[in-house]
């Protein structure tokens, strides 16, 4: 079955950058695009961006770009996302998403489990 | 940037009651691109509705999805109670992505 498996949790200073990662199984890695999304703790779901896993191409949110990369490893199978200059407004969970279209619909069939990211001094 | 602006903000019901969540658009989008997701505390989002109105795999029949142009909703009939939760509503085009800012539905 379609896993996306994330890193484990991390605790960054302010101004720190982390990198999470999201390793793809059971289906084709680069059939698909993978997404990121962010919840901040009792708030909803804020999109970051996206990445074709086969071409590499991106789109980042007007909100992070410049402060946010996307990459993936076709050859791992995994899909990175990494955020520079890390403030306490960073602290959120962040999940992977895997797209999957029908018929001219695209959305997010697979989740990873999220990663925590507490930013902290 | 499209913005999805869901009402209301938080609903009480008892279970076996029906409910109907609202996702209103701040532009015209193609149906094809909206989609609901549920989340239940501590966990992913779970995908319900894509293309506005088709059913993701596994999901139950009292779960409906409706609407075209800017207004669309979700439907849930005779609520169990494992569907007390938080729905977003979601538009998906060009490789980007907008979430409504949620509604959560809460056991009276």
């Known amino acids: 079955q379609v896993q996306l498996v994330q890193s484990g949790a991390e605790v960054k200073q302010p101004g720190a950058s982390v990198r999470v990662s999201c390793k793809a199984s059971?289906?084709?890695?680069?059939?698909?695009?993978i997404s990121w999304v962010r919840q901040a703790p009792g708030q909803g779901l804020e999109w970051m961006g996206w990445?074709?896993?086969?071409?590499?191409?991106?789109n980042y949110a007007q909100k992070f770009q410049g402060r946010v990369t996307l990459t993936r490893d076709t050859s791992a199978s995994t899909a990175y996302m990494e955020l520079r200059t890390l403030t306490s407004d960073d602290t959120a969970v962040y999940y992977c998403a895997g797209e999957r279209e029908t018929a001219g619909s695209i959305y997010f069939q697979h989740w990873g489990q999220g990663t925590l990211v507490s930013v902290s001094s | 940037e499209i913005v999805l602006t869901q009402s209301p903000g938080t609903l009480s019901l008892s279970p076996g009651e029906g409910v109907t969540l609202s996702c209103r658009a701040s532009?015209?989008?193609?149906?094809?691109?909206l989609a609901w997701y549920q989340q239940a505390p501590g966990q992913a989002p779970r995908l319900l509705i894509y293309?506005?109105?088709s059913r993701a795999t596994g999901i139950p029949d009292r779960f409906s999805g409706s609407g075209s142009v800017t207004d669309f909703t979700l439907a849930i009939s005779r609520l169990e109670p494992e569907d007390f939760a938080v729905y977003y509503c979601?538009?998906?085009?060009?490789?980007?992505?907008?979430f409504g800012q949620g509604t959560k539905l809460e056991i009276k």
């Open positions: 990445i074709s896993a086969y071409y590499g191409s991106t």
């Open positions: 293309g506005a109105s």
């Open positions: 979601q538009h998906y085009g060009n490789s980007r992505s907008t």
């Open positions: 059971g289906y084709t890695f680069t059939s698909y695009g």
């Open positions: 532009q015209s989008v193609d149906s094809t691109h």
